[in-house]
């Protein structure tokens, strides 16, 4: 509440102000997490403890989605990159662009998808949890009945 209302001190903060400056608050949603919080707590067992995650998703005809996780040095975010990368290689057929780079301690992930290939994404998965237990909204779907 404080923070919505201009009382915070985080405009003070040099690393919260440096992490806000690479988000693009124009977008459709944005974030900025501070590596403490619990939901994190997973994926802290698992090794991987950021000190932050920060980015956008703008959703128009297409979703395109910038995303951030700060570590504790640019070795790690270099091991993250490569590892983030191997692991969603499957994932790219399915978009238009996927690029995992490291910027400095930032693991950046870069994802846009095309209106055609969300419709199809989204076509998929609509069939892979209908086969799961009876669909989502019975009949329809994503443009194109049958005529």
């Known amino acids: 509440m404080k923070a919505a209302q201009g009382g915070s001190t985080l405009k003070s903060s040099p690393a919260f102000v440096e992490m806000y400056g690479k988000i693009n608050t124009s977008a459709s949603l944005w974030m900025l997490i501070n590596g403490n919080s619990k939901v994190f707590d997973k994926a802290a067992a698992m090794g ?45 057929s399915m978009v238009d662009k996927m690029e995992v780079t490291n910027d400095g301690s930032d693991v950046k992930i870069s994802i846009s998808i095309s209106q055609v ?31």
């Open 48 to 92: 991987v403890k950021p000190k932050a995650v920060f980015g956008s998703v703008n959703v128009t005809d297409g979703l395109a989605l910038d995303a951030r996780m700060r570590v504790d040095s640019a070795d790690q975010a270099t091991q993250l990159a490569n590892t983030f990368r191997g692991q969603l290689q499957g994932f790219v």
């Open 117 to 147: 290939k969300l419709e199809q994404l989204i076509k998929n998965m609509m069939q892979m949890f209908g086969g799961m237990g009876g669909g989502m909204g019975g009949g329809g779907g994503m443009g194109g009945g049958t005529p």
